[in-house]
């Protein structure tokens, strides 16, 4: 039989396949296995085929239940006492919307175990240069190259003389070699290590070559009555270093993104209110994609029922009213997407206090029309970001109608999608995109919000790029 390697996929397969094998938290080679050996087994296994259940450790997931913002981490834990805060640099990473990968050196198993780290990062830590199966599986080429960050922690004496003289004798030094990714070293080791001449030399080239380091600290040492420079940072000091170097790199770095979501709720009474079914999914999915793309995001919400997604500053509002204003606070920014489901009308008289049934002819509750928040940014005469998205949701004649909105609300795009009852778009995971700009309508498959968010994203960042040219 013919061999084929994962390299050899076409590009358009190839993202397919990492998108599946993110969203199942495994590498793509065990993707494709549990794909082939699916198909096997006949068609009909394919669709029914469940990913094995996770360790009973219980892989941690990110925070939020939001993919848009996966970013890639590859973690190398080297052989120091501080390699058992590493196992909590793993979920600090993965709450910060990171996927985890692990390498474990040889010294690194004597203090933590493969097993535990991988159960945590939720695929198998790689340990050996000569693995047969690491090897054909991934590679230690493919690993250097397939995520955004490589994390040394704890970074040892040994490991940054390794990386200072270019070995590459285990997988941790190959790898170290072959990554043209950022890297951020948290060096920990006795003081006195630290202090010492070569390895104050070997730092200064890894710094010297943009390498990036956190720590260490000073503090107590694991060996009773040493203290000095030479603890590890703080896993949360890493991970928001690590966040820090993510965004920097992403295409949207040095961007402002303002993004509404989210119903809004205009009050009746005290506790009376108009609102809709808005779930807010679309826009905190822009918001998380954005932000996980290195821009800076404001996102303004209505309420919803989910959790803020991680890096983002959230102005949390209620009324039409409020999001225009904490909108417009927002600005300057270069970029605005209106993903918020705005009710049209507020009740002109909000009673002070509840409304009282009355005998009779139901009372009538007078209403006046909203600010449309969209239109009123579009429209700015100063101010106005570069490029202002709305949204279409209709229920018929979908790319007509969002064509009309495009000229009316004055915006660049608009993303229209049919929310039918039957589409079941409105509260749902999935959205059909038809995406309207002033000379062309493109129409996406359908895909989940997440999908749909980082498709966005990649688009502003393409529009972005083409005006700077
Ligand atoms: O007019 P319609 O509600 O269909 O327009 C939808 C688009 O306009 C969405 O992008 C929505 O966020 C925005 N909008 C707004 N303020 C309003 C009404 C709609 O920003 N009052």
């Known amino acids: ?63 939020s239940p939001i993919a848009a913002d996966a970013r890639r981490v590859l973690l190398i834990i080297g052989g120091g006492i501080a390699a058992y805060k590493s196992l909590d640099l793993i979920r600090r990473l993965q709450d910060g919307g990171a996927q985890v990968r692990c390498i474990l050196t040889a010294a690194a198993q004597h203090f933590v175990t493969p097993l535990a780290a991988g159960a945590l990062a ?7 240069l000569f693995d047969a199966r690491s090897e ?36 941790a030094g190959a790898v170290l070699l072959a990554t043209d990714k950022p ?12 202090a010492a001449k070569a390895t104050q030399r070997n730092l200064a080239q890894l710094v010297a070559d943009g390498v990036r380091v956190v720590g260490p600290n000073s503090g ?80 303004v919400s209505g309420p919803v029922d989910l959790p803020h997604p991680p890096g983002i500053a959230v102005v949390q509002v209620e009324t039409a009213n409020e999001m225009l204003a904490a909108a417009e606070r927002a600005l300057p920014a270069d970029v605005a997407v209106f993903a918020a489901a705005v009710a049209d009308w507020r009740v002109e008289r909000v009673g002070r206090g509840k409304l009282k049934k009355q ?29 202002v998205i709305g949204f279409a949701a209709e229920t018929d ?19 229209a999608n049919d929310v039918s009852p039957e589409t079941g778009i409105m509260g749902g995971d999935s959205n059909t995109i038809h995406l309207i700009t002033a ?22 960042a393409a529009a972005l790029q083409d005006e700077k040219r």
């Open 397 to 415: 004649d979908v790319v007509a109608n969002a064509k009309e909105k495009l000229a009316k609300k004055g915006c660049d795009w608009i993303l």
């Open 1 to 63: 039989m013919a061999s084929l390697t994962v390299r050899q996929l076409d590009d358009k397969l190839k993202a397919l396949l990492r998108l599946r094998a993110a969203r199942h938290g495994r590498s793509m080679e065990d993707e494709v296995r549990v794909i082939l050996k699916a198909a096997a087994a006949g068609r009909e296994a394919l669709e029914k085929f469940e990913p094995p259940a996770p360790p009973a450790m219980a892989v941690r997931r990110p925070a």
């Open 136 to 171: 054909f599986d991934v590679g230690h080429v493919r690993l250097a190259r397939d995520t955004d960050l490589v994390v040394v922690a704890p970074a040892t004496a040994d490991l940054l003389a390794k990386m200072a003289g270019g070995h590459a004798d285990d997988l």
């Open 122 to 128: 939720g695929e198998r830590a790689f340990t050996d």
């Open 220 to 299: 107590e040492m694991a060996e009773r009555g040493e203290a000095g420079l030479g603890r590890m940072a703080e896993p949360r000091e890493i991970a928001a270093a690590a966040a820090a170097m993510l965004r920097a790199a992403g295409p949207l770095s040095g961007t402002r993104v303002l993004v509404t979501s989210g119903p809004t709720r205009e009050p009746i009474d005290p506790v009376r209110f108009i609102a809709n079914r808005s779930s807010g999914k679309q826009g905190h999915a822009i918001a998380a994609a954005a932000a996980a793309a290195g821009a800076d995001v404001v996102l």
């Open 359 to 387: 005998h009779g002819e139901p009372r009538a509750l007078a209403l006046v029309e909203n600010p449309d928040i969209l239109a009123t940014i579009a429209h700015l005469k100063k101010g106005r970001p570069r490029l």
């Open 439 to 460: 000379t062309a309508v493109e129409s996406w498959p359908p895909q989940s919000k997440d999908d749909v968010a980082r498709q966005l994203v990649e688009r502003i």
């Open 183 to 194: 890297v951020l070293l948290a060096p920990a080791m006795n003081p006195r290590m630290w």
